[in-house]
């Protein structure tokens, strides 16, 4: 279940009621923080993972990392910035939580082709993947690698925000 688990959605549903998942990168955690209490809808979206629905990072990041990097998901899920809450946990409509450095590294450095396979493995997996749309997955890896490639280059880290 999602830190956020009031906001989470049931295993290959599409999103529930008005979830919400922003994707992006900061510096560090105080810079993500400090967006949280901004407004995402006016940041430039460029690699297009503002407002997504459906990419609760806790039920589809573990089985990618695990099978880009060839980790288990287990041992993704001990890392400590895996799905790490960082925003006050008593908010009832927004939380913020932080995405592994290896996941990015592993996401800036995989081709389209690759990316296709690792959804194509996560969506026909044991994981709580049942009804995903490999299509969509491979799209939506596309352009978190995207912003993975960036955050790299820039020396950030990944986050996101899920709202209500």
Not at 108 to 127: D, N
Request: hydrophobic share 40%.
């Amino acid at each position: 279940m999602s830190p956020c688990g009031r906001l989470s959605v049931a295993p290959g549903t599409i999103s529930g009621m008005g979830v919400r998942y922003d994707y992006f990168a900061a510096a560090d955690d105080a810079g993500a923080l400090a967006r949280l209490h901004g407004d995402l809808g006016a940041v430039d979206d460029e690699f297009g993972l503002t407002g997504l629905k459906g990419a609760d990072p806790d039920l589809i990041l573990g089985p990618v990392e695990a099978g880009l990097t060839g980790r288990s998901v287990a041992e993704v899920e001990d890392d400590p910035r895996f799905t790490r809450l960082i925003s006050d946990p008593q908010a009832e409509d927004r939380c913020l939580v932080t995405l592994t450095g290896t996941l990015r590294d592993a996401l800036a450095g995989a081709r389209p082709e690759r990316l296709g396979q690792t959804a194509m493995t996560v969506v026909s997996g044991p994981e709580d993947s049942a009804g995903w749309d490999a299509d969509l997955l491979a799209d939506f890896l596309q352009r978190l690698a995207e912003l993975s490639r960036h955050a790299r280059v820039t020396h950030q880290q990944l986050y996101c925000l899920i709202s209500l």
